[in-house]
């Protein structure tokens, strides 16, 4: 028996008695890849993406783990809703236009004292004061730096399009504006290299492409060094007292740690290793989240009909922002009808020995995304479920 079939022989087991659709996390798994995260961070704390696993449960647990430190969240309402929950350190990944979360934050002292947001523009400040409605608490204050990798004198530019600021002189003129603003405290600096973490470097079938993404992300890593010392440099002689340096993803733990600037490092994906995680030279992990559809049809020899199952990750739109069937191995999807809504027909030898009611089990393309399709994650240790626990969605959550 292979190592997958183990694995499904085990899930089969575990959920037995639960009707699919159904979803699990293998704790064994997901407490292996937060030791290999910790252990490529070399000593520095880890700050868990929350939009990555969107379960408070396992937040709290990965959390509990040695290596682990604070939460980078993605709406403003979630990071005050994380606070109200006891996490005592949120980071706020994106700049928000939330103005009743941003009230609620100046007019309490513990929220305000937990939770920290994120700007690259002046004009956030004035949002943030606009929607105080009489609260005066200190608002804790992060920047983003721009980490893109830019070409032929800037022609090519290759990198997400987020924050405007890229020089040091632009980052120290924000730090500038936030430390004569009464009402506001500057304690940290984030920048996100998603070019180089959140891009696989080995591409199934495609050599040369993975070679030119390998030659990119060299030089975007070797740039970014250099300028984010740079930067951290000028924005620290503003502001001296500056708590984080936060930068990194899963898929590049080992080289931001690396950097002497860099004092936290942000991941999450890698705890429950989507199919997105497959095509990295840089680390291994093991697929921890999955989620089973029930067999519901057996239209002719190699082919059998899941229900629904049509879960699309965010994202410019292809193949790879699908789930894949994982287990039992040697499935795949129909070309003419992809994962459906309804149903996904499934093609492939494995097919003639399921049966009606069978689990065929998949992995998301990306990590917490999955739990907006499910109230609950059912927590596997060995072929026994553990302990069942809601998702954002369970608990009546869906920031976004």
């Not at 105080?132 to 997400?160: F, N, W, Y």
């Not at 999450?268 to 989507?274: D, H, I, R």
Request: aromatic share 6%; net charge neutral.
């Amino acid at each position: 028996m292979t190592p997958r079939a183990a694995d499904r022989a085990r899930y089969d087991r575990a959920t037995a008695h639960l009707d699919a659709p159904v979803a699990i996390v293998d704790l064994e798994a997901f407490d292996a890849n937060a030791d290999d995260l910790v252990r490529r961070a070399g000593g520095k704390p880890i700050r868990v993406a929350s939009k990555s696993v969107r379960c408070r449960a396992l937040l709290e647990r990965v959390l509990a783990r040695e290596g682990f430190a604070g939460i980078m969240s993605f709406t403003l309402d979630e990071s005050l809703w994380l606070a109200r929950a006891g996490f005592e350190d949120v980071l706020l990944a994106y700049p928000s236009a939330d103005r009743a979360a941003f009230g609620a934050l100046a007019g309490d002292p513990k929220l305000a004292a937990a939770v920290t947001v994120m700007i690259d523009d002046p004009a956030q400040l004035d949002l943030v004061d606009q929607a105080r409605a009489g609260g005066t608490e200190e608002i804790r204050v992060c920047l983003e730096l721009d980490t893109s990798l830019r070409m032929l004198g800037g022609r090519v530019r290759v990198g997400a399009l987020r924050s405007p600021l890229r020089e040091p002189a632009q980052l120290a003129e924000l730090a500038r504006s936030v430390a004569r603003r009464p009402g506001f405290r500057l304690v940290g600096l984030m920048a996100y290299e998603g070019h180089v973490a959140g891009v696989g470097d080995a591409v199934a079938g495609r050599p040369l492409r993975s070679r030119a993404i390998r030659l990119m992300q060299a030089a975007a890593r070797k740039e970014l060094a250099a300028r984010r010392a740079a930067v951290v440099r000028a924005v620290r002689a503003v502001a001296p007292d500056l708590e984080f340096v936060n930068g990194g993803g899963t898929g590049s733990v080992q080289h931001t740690a690396a950097e002497d600037a860099v004092t936290e490092i942000a991941a999450g994906s890698g705890l429950y290793v989507p199919r997105l995680f497959d095509n990295y030279t840089s680390f291994t992990g093991r697929p921890a989240a999955l989620f089973a559809q029930p067999v519901v049809r057996r239209p002719g020899v190699g082919v059998v009909t899941v229900l629904g199952g049509g879960y699309p990750a965010s994202g410019a739109a292809g193949p790879d922002r699908l789930p894949v069937p994982y287990l039992p191995e040697g499935l795949r999807y129909d070309p003419q009808e992809g994962p459906g809504e309804v149903q996904t027909p499934l093609l492939g030898s494995p097919a003639d020995d399921l049966l009606i009611g069978d689990k065929v089990w998949f992995r998301h393309a990306k990590a917490g995304e999955l739990c907006e399709r499910f109230d609950s994650l059912h927590l596997v240790e060995g072929d026994r479920i553990t302990a069942t626990v809601p998702t954002y969605r369970g608990e009546g959550r869906t920031f976004l």
